[in-house]
């Protein structure tokens, strides 16, 4: 059951940087709609994640500082 909030962040996140990805192939081509996808995708699945509680922001941190 606990796996669900994620699931549903991940969805939405893939909708999101597909969506940024179409929306730009057209102006910055291939290369770049991908990065910006990906960026798109980050942010959004970070935003949701935090939003739905699938994760607090003081876990967040703390997977932040062992990383460095």
């Known amino acids: 059951l606990g796996v669900i909030k994620p699931f549903a962040s991940a969805a939405i996140m893939?909708?999101?940087a597909y969506l940024?990805?179409?929306a730009a192939k057209h102006v910055?081509?291939?290369t770049l709609s991908?990065?910006?996808a990906i960026a798109c995708g980050v942010v959004v699945y970070?935003?949701?994640v935090l939003l739905t509680g699938a994760i607090r922001l003081?876990?967040?941190k703390k997977m932040?500082?062992?990383g460095k």
């Open 14 to 16: 893939a909708a999101f």
């Open 20 to 22: 940024a990805y179409w």
């Open 28 to 30: 910055l081509g291939n």
């Open 34 to 36: 991908t990065l910006v």
């Open 46 to 48: 970070v935003v949701l």
């Open 58 to 60: 003081d876990e967040l």
């Open 64 to 66: 932040l500082k062992r």
